[in-house]
């Protein structure tokens, strides 16, 4: 991975020294400057799934070879993430730098872009769910609520999130309206389980999609069953994850 500095969505200086640009955040001048020079610049991330890091990288990097458009690649929580740099001495050229840096971006990745800058995958799932007029509920074991938690803080979450349940004692998921023999006969994390937990919280909530999260591995290597349904049609996911440092549980 090239480590290079991260720079805020879209930022402007025009008439910026060196000094200016270092003051938030660079640590070094790119080629050329003078303390004279005025400079615009900007950046631009698109965050992705389904590749790793070093697979973004070796797609994204022989695009912008030189210093200036500047690419930066990340691994997040949320993905991986593209940073484009780009300096120039008005802000028309930058822009113009930038929308044909995205271009060549969106022609290898479009397909695996789901935000951009400061969207998080909670906004744009719930943007999604506003415009199809859905809503959704959860029940959680593994995660914690954390996936709850975080559609709880979306801004007017309660147009499209009902509510979620969290159930990590098999007691819990069973007065809820989890079958007690599916757990015996499967065990608490499983696929078969994730399901009726995605149903349960359908029904109770009423919602028109719910989702299901369960699992295990606290001390070995951890191994995710998610299930989403819409009464319908179901989707079951085994996911395995590693760890986040300091953390027992990881975000899915």
Not at 39 to 49: D, E, G, P, Y
Not at 80 to 109: H, N, P, W, Y
Not at 189 to 213: C, K, P, Y
Request: charged share 25%; proline share 4%; with cysteine.
């Amino acid at each position: 991975m090239v480590d290079r500095k991260r720079w805020a969505h879209d930022c402007l200086y025009a008439g910026a020294s060196p000094g200016d640009v270092r003051d938030v955040g660079e640590t070094g001048t790119d080629p050329g400057f003078n303390s004279s020079r005025k400079v615009v610049i900007l950046a631009r991330t698109w965050k992705t799934f389904g590749y790793s890091e070093a697979a973004v990288g070796e797609l994204a990097f022989p695009l912008f070879p030189t210093d200036n458009p500047s690419l930066g690649v990340y691994a997040k929580p949320d993905g991986i993430q593209l940073q484009l740099k780009v300096t120039a001495e008005k802000e028309s050229e930058a822009r113009q730098m930038l929308e044909e840096g995205e271009k060549k971006i969106r022609q290898i990745f479009d397909s695996t872009i789901w935000g951009t800058d400061n969207e998080t995958l909670e906004t744009v799932v719930g943007h999604l769910l506003v415009e199809r007029k859905l809503s959704l509920a959860i029940m959680e074991d593994y995660t914690g609520g954390q996936l709850t938690t975080g559609l709880a803080a979306v801004p007017d979450s309660q147009a499209f999130f009902n509510g979620g349940f969290l159930a990590q004692a098999n007691k819990a998921k069973i007065s809820l309206g989890v079958n007690a023999k599916t757990i015996s006969a499967y065990g608490a994390s499983s696929r078969e389980v994730a399901a009726e937990m995605a149903e349960v919280a359908r029904q109770r909530l009423g919602a028109d999609i719910g989702i299901g999260i369960t699992g295990t591995g606290l001390t070995g290597q951890p191994v995710v069953y998610v299930a989403i349904l819409n009464g319908k049609h179901i989707q079951k996911i085994r996911a395995s994850t590693r760890k986040r440092k300091g953390s027992n549980r990881d975000p899915l």
